[in-house]
């Protein structure tokens, strides 16, 4: 039995502003995607032929396919599923432009996949939550104790996630969040504690950070 890794990589990164897909900007002289992809190393149809060049240009041996991406993310999430190897006991979902997760949320997901189905990724809410009305006034203030904001990798035993994508499926449900299909089931994932260094580069200023940190992460 083995564990894959999911990377979806075929947004376009509309919220960058940029010439090229937010994943194929380069980070310390390296695609965004090829740094997420070096972490489980020790898409769009356009981008196919992008992604498999830089999977043999960076050596990335561990990648065993490269999946045309859907219309969004979920049906991108499904495409991959269906390629995986039915030796796949865990997977792991992981957004293309997270590059600093560490090795220590990786194994902790899938461990804490193997004893309670599925595992999230996640790290307090620091700030105050408000709720607001339709008007644009505060409504209320959300006690933030028990939120956690959702991080990737969300790690799963394969065929509950792929029979949450299937029920997904059945009930015209659209999610950008993969917990949140397997929730439906009545499952309740295991929290992993992430790391708020575990950002997801989707604006310039994310980009902008993302370099600043780097260099003390060795990209």
């Known amino acids: 039995m083995s564990t894959s890794v999911v990377i979806p990589a075929a947004g376009s990164g509309s919220r960058m502003g940029a010439a090229v897909s937010k994943q194929l900007l380069l ?16 898409c769009h149809k356009r981008h196919l032929e992008t992604v498999n060049t830089l999977v043999r240009e960076y050596a990335l041996t561990k990648v065993s396919a490269v999946v045309v991406g859907g219309a969004n993310r979920q049906k991108s999430v499904m495409n991959a599923l269906a390629a995986l190897p039915s030796s796949s006991a865990i997977v792991l979902v992981h957004d293309a432009v ?15 996949a193997r004893v309670h189905r599925a595992a999230v990724v996640a790290v307090p809410v620091k700030d105050t939550i408000k709720r607001a009305a339709a008007e ?35 009930d015209g449900i659209l999610a950008t969040d993969d917990a949140s299909l397997v929730e439906r089931m009545g499952i309740q994932p295991a929290i992993v504690m992430g790391s708020y260094e575990n950002i997801k580069i ?8 993302a370099a600043a940190m780097s260099g003390r992460f060795g990209a």
């Open 98 to 112: 997270r590059p600093f997760v560490r090795e220590r949320m990786i194994l902790e997901s899938i461990d804490k």
């Open 27 to 42: 980070l310390q002289g390296k695609p965004i995607l090829v740094l997420t992809a070096e972490c489980f190393q020790h």
């Open 136 to 170: 644009g006034f505060i409504e209320t203030t959300i006690d933030r104790t028990t939120l956690w904001a959702a991080q990737t990798p969300q790690a799963f035993q394969t065929r509950l996630l792929v029979e949450a994508y299937e029920r997904a499926e059945q």
């Open 202 to 209: 989707t604006t310039p200023e994310d980009l902008d950070l």
